[in-house]
């Protein structure tokens, strides 16, 4: 028996491949310092675990509505608009999905017909292309370069526009390269959207991890971009709640029907006491989301004067996110040969990206980074 031929264009994700191997090297008793993984190392805040051991206890473990809870939905609209400055109707503008990873692919499922392009950001986070593939388009990369910061540039865009693209995705703060977008750069994609009647999905789970006087900007507050953007968040990142599975989606009443109706037919809704514990997390005290972006900060501003030591590689200062995105050009080794040198030499994970880069995690405590750069640079020392 064979698996669909669709599956023939869907590969294993990268960053997935590299974690169950560390994984398998654990359960054999290697250690290894893990920066390959886009998972905040904190815990769910308390008073969000509260929350859900409430909705447990009294009893609250049945369906919600597909849609999501309504108290969610009205503590999401309430969040978009202080945050975001979003205006959101909670009963028919907004959907909890399961992770924004399910966000991506209803929102794809719903607004693209077979053969249309999509046009996506590359380097990418890898959902985007597969989700697109599985909704039968057709994913078209743009370059972000390096001497741009990794922003996008508009000619990069209009040069790839054809009649059947339909869809623009944006990712801000960036994985992988740690980019923030320029307002004046999602101005010019808004205005490119609404000359060429394309839709944006915006990815915007890493809102929160900005730094050095950085501020996101959400494209859907531009006038004209409300109708014909979706915004996805998310909990996984800012309340580090990976393992929760909880996201939503914002966008027009006419595209939230089409949404709610994969999305009814794949997973029905949300773990209904997660999203007690969501509401919590977004009405609840914010001191732990500033903690934890504090301290990524400290993180990254000492892995990036460690990085800086080391020959061979050079990166763009990340201002968002949680990563690092290394160009290893100067060591002469593809992403995967580095990738399985420095988990063999120096026991550190990280994810081979493209062609010239890895991308490293510091989702990590202070004291497995400082340990993790120390392994580096001894172990690329014996290249």
């Given at each position: 028996?064979?698996?669909?031929?669709?599956?023939?264009?869907?590969?294993?994700?990268?960053?997935?491949?590299?974690?169950?191997?560390?994984?398998?090297?654990?359960?054999?008793?290697?250690?290894?310092?893990?920066?390959?993984?886009?998972?905040?190392?904190?815990?769910?805040?308390?008073?969000?675990?509260?929350?859900?051991?409430?909705?447990?206890?009294?009893?609250?473990?049945?369906?919600?509505?597909?849609?999501?809870?309504?108290?969610?939905?009205?503590a999401i609209?309430?969040?978009?608009?202080?945050?975001?400055?979003?205006?959101?109707?909670?009963?028919?503008?907004?959907?909890?999905?399961?992770?924004?990873?399910?966000?991506?692919?209803?929102?794809?499922?719903?607004?693209?017909?077979?053969?249309?392009?999509?046009?996506?950001?590359?380097?990418?986070?890898?959902?985007?292309?597969?989700?697109?593939?599985?909704?039968?388009?057709?994913?078209?990369?743009?370059?972000?370069?390096?001497?741009?910061?990794?922003?996008?540039?508009?000619?990069?865009?209009?040069?790839?526009?054809?009649q059947k693209?339909?869809?623009?995705?944006?990712?801000?703060?960036?994985?992988?390269?740690?980019?923030?977008?320029?307002?004046?750069?999602?101005?010019?994609?808004?205005?490119?959207?609404?000359?060429?009647?394309?839709?944006?999905?915006?990815?915007?789970?890493?809102?929160?991890?900005?730094?050095?006087?950085?501020?996101?900007?959400?494209?859907?507050?531009?006038?004209?971009?409300?109708?014909?953007?979706?915004?996805?968040?998310?909990?996984?990142?800012?309340?580090?709640?990976?393992?929760?599975?909880?996201?939503?989606?914002?966008?027009?009443?006419?595209?939230?029907?089409?949404?709610?109706?994969?999305?009814?037919?794949?997973?029905?809704?949300?773990?209904?006491?997660?999203?007690?514990?969501?509401?919590?997390?977004?009405?609840?005290?914010?001191?732990?989301?500033?903690?934890?972006?504090?301290?990524?900060?400290?993180?990254?501003?000492?892995?990036?004067?460690?990085?800086?030591?080391?020959?061979?590689?050079?990166?763009?200062?990340?201002?968002?996110?949680?990563?690092?995105?290394?160009?290893?050009?100067?060591?002469?080794?593809?992403?995967?040969?580095?990738?399985?040198?420095?988990l063999d030499?120096?026991?550190?994970?990280?994810?081979?990206?493209?062609?010239?880069?890895?991308?490293?995690?510091?989702?990590?405590?202070?004291?497995?980074?400082?340990?993790?750069?120390?392994?580096?640079?001894?172990?690329?020392?014996?290249?």
């Amino acid at each position: 028996m064979k698996v669909a031929e669709r599956m023939n264009y869907i590969p294993f994700s990268g960053i997935r491949e590299v974690f169950e191997e560390v994984k398998r090297r654990e359960k054999k008793g290697e250690r290894i310092i893990h920066l390959e993984i886009g998972r905040p190392d904190f815990d769910t805040p308390a008073h969000i675990k509260e929350a859900a051991k409430s909705a447990l206890n009294e009893g609250k473990v049945h369906y919600s509505s597909n849609y999501g809870l309504p108290e969610l939905r009205e503590a999401i609209a309430r969040k978009l608009q202080l945050d975001n400055n979003l205006f959101y109707d909670p009963a028919s503008e907004i959907i909890v999905t399961v992770g924004i990873t399910e966000g991506i692919l209803i929102s794809m499922m719903a607004l693209l017909n077979p053969g249309d392009e999509i046009l996506i950001p590359s380097p990418s986070f890898p959902c985007y292309s597969s989700c697109a593939r599985m909704a039968g388009a057709v994913p078209i990369a743009v370059p972000l370069k390096e001497e741009k910061e990794f922003n996008p540039d508009i000619h990069d865009f209009l040069s790839r526009i054809t009649q059947k693209t339909r869809m623009i995705v944006i990712n801000t703060p960036n994985n992988p390269t740690g980019a923030v977008f320029r307002a004046e750069v999602l101005e010019g994609l808004a205005q490119l959207a609404q000359e060429k009647d394309l839709f944006i999905l915006s990815d915007e789970i890493y809102e929160k991890m900005v730094y050095d006087g950085n501020r996101h900007f959400s494209i859907a507050s531009i006038p004209g971009m409300k109708e014909r953007t979706i915004t996805l968040n998310g909990f996984s990142k800012s309340y580090s709640m990976t393992g929760w599975r909880l996201g939503y989606a914002a966008a027009s009443s006419e595209v939230v029907s089409g949404l709610v109706r994969i999305h009814q037919y794949s997973t029905v809704c949300a773990t209904s006491f997660a999203q007690w514990g969501a509401i919590q997390a977004l009405n609840g005290p914010q001191d732990s989301v500033k903690a934890m972006v504090q301290e990524f900060d400290r993180r990254r501003v000492m892995i990036m004067k460690r990085l800086l030591e080391m020959p061979g590689i050079w990166f763009v200062r990340p201002k968002g996110a949680f990563y690092v995105f290394l160009n290893i050009r100067g060591l002469h080794k593809t992403p995967q040969e580095l990738t399985d040198y420095l988990l063999d030499k120096a026991k550190v994970a990280v994810v081979p990206w493209g062609t010239d880069h890895i991308r490293l995690s510091y989702a990590n405590s202070y004291e497995n980074l400082e340990e993790a750069m120390y392994n580096m640079k001894e172990g690329l020392k014996g290249l």
